[in-house]
């Protein structure tokens, strides 16, 4: 089994940063894709960014340019999100993912809000 322990999180002014990370332990497989979705409050689950174990990122419209994903494939497989220029619109509760072909994890979800 995999296990992903998140951190981060929190509340920012408008135009603040934020960082998110995810700690995958376990039965890791090393091709894997992991990445950091969202879900606010009455909308559905939607990817935020992702990343695979070469370093290939991928990133939603919304947060392109604002929002980068890393990852450390030592010992422990860490994922990173780096939100910069944070809009009331990413309030959500972040989720960290691990995926490899049928298989996904989820953490337990961490909260983000951005507000004045």
């Known amino acids: 089994q995999v296990q992903l322990v998140e951190s981060g999180g929190g509340l920012v002014q408008p135009g603040g940063s934020l960082a998110l990370s995810c700690a995958a332990s376990?039965?890791?497989?090393?091709?894997?894709?992991m990445g950091w979705y969202r879900q606010a409050p009455g909308k559905q689950r939607e990817l935020v960014a992702s990343?695979?174990?070469?370093?290939?990122?991928?990133y939603a419209d919304s947060v392109k340019g604002r929002f980068t994903i890393s990852r450390d494939n030592a010992k422990n497989t860490v994922v990173y999100l780096q939100m910069n220029s944070l809009k009331p619109e990413d309030t959500a509760v972040y989720y960290c993912?691990?995926?490899?072909?049928?298989?996904?994890?989820w953490g337990q979800g961490t909260q983000v809000t951005v507000s004045s």
């Open positions: 376990g039965s890791i497989v090393s091709r894997n894709s």
């Open positions: 993912n691990y995926r490899i072909g049928s298989i996904e994890v």
């Open positions: 990343i695979t174990r070469g370093g290939t990122s991928n």
